[in-house]
T-cell receptor
Framework: DQQVKQNSPSLSVQEGRISILNCDYTNSMFDYFLWYKKYPAEGPTFLIS?????DKNEDGRFTVFLNKSAKHLSLHIVPSQPGDSAVYFCAASANWRGSQGNLIFGKGTKLSVKP | GAGVSQSPSNKVTEKGKDVELRCDPI?????LYWYRQSLGQGLEFLIYFQGNSAPDKSGLPSDRFSAERTGGSVSTLTIQRTQQEDSAVYLCASSFGGTQYFGPGTRLLVL
């Protein structure tokens, strides 16, 4: 049973508009969440993270929102740029505080930003 | 600075052969992780090292899979008697108490 779900396999957005990527999780023990971006033939690149004690974290054009009661997080990219076109993975960890836990990944959402 | 490196970048092997995949983590990173990504799937956790010991091997899919880490640095993932379902991208990540940084992966194809 998938603990981290990205229900949209793909998303297409016009350049300059907002991209919203969604992620749902089932394990209430998760206390840290991350977004990774992956280009073809490369490893995932860390983008942004959020701990369970926060509900929002912002870094430039990227903002992650966490709704613990709904077990839902989202990544907002604004404005979207063609270089943002990649596969975005949501990941979660249940053992972050004081140690390093393995990450549980969603299946990814392929974002295409059209010029 | 140098990131996580993995070798080989691609490996084609015949069913039944053994393969060894190598990971060089970022210098100073104490934690090292192996994941794999099969076609159309997310990343699947395999094993985690803290220093040279592996406190979590829960993701290894069968006893054909093993991994070791020496000197708190380089790690090798060994797959014995490879099967076609082992075909995937094998990714290594390292961290120092926080975010995991990934290498480019080894693409394994078992014919």
């Amino acid at each position: 049973d998938q603990q981290v779900k990205q229900n949209s396999p793909s998303l297409s957005v016009q350049e300059g508009r907002i991209s919203i990527l969604n992620c749902d999780y089932t394990n209430s023990m998760f206390d840290y969440f991350l977004w990774y971006k992956k280009y073809p033939a490369e490893g995932p690149t860390f983008l942004i993270s959020i701990s369970s004690i926060k509900d929002k974290n912002e870094d430039g054009r990227f903002t992650v929102f966490l709704n613990k009661s709904a077990k839902h997080l989202s990544l907002h990219i604004v404005p979207s740029q063609p270089g943002d076109s990649a596969v975005y993975f949501c990941a979660a960890s249940a053992n972050w505080r004081g140690s390093q836990g393995n990450l549980i990944f969603g299946k990814g959402t392929k974002l295409s930003v059209k010029p | 600075g140098a990131g996580v490196s993995q070798s080989p970048s691609n490996k084609v092997t015949e069913k039944g052969k053994d393969v060894e995949l190598r990971c060089d983590p970022i210098s100073g990173h104490t934690a090292l992780y192996w994941y794999r990504q099969s076609l159309g799937q997310g990343l699947e956790f395999l094993i985690y090292f803290q220093g040279n010991s592996a406190p979590d091997k829960s993701g290894l899919p069968s006893d054909r899979f093993s991994a070791e880490r020496t000197g708190g640095s380089v790690s090798t993932l060994t797959i014995q008697r490879t099967q076609q379902e082992d075909s995937a991208v094998y990714l290594c990540a390292s961290s120092f108490g926080g975010t995991q940084y990934f290498g480019p992966g080894t693409r394994l194809l078992v014919l």
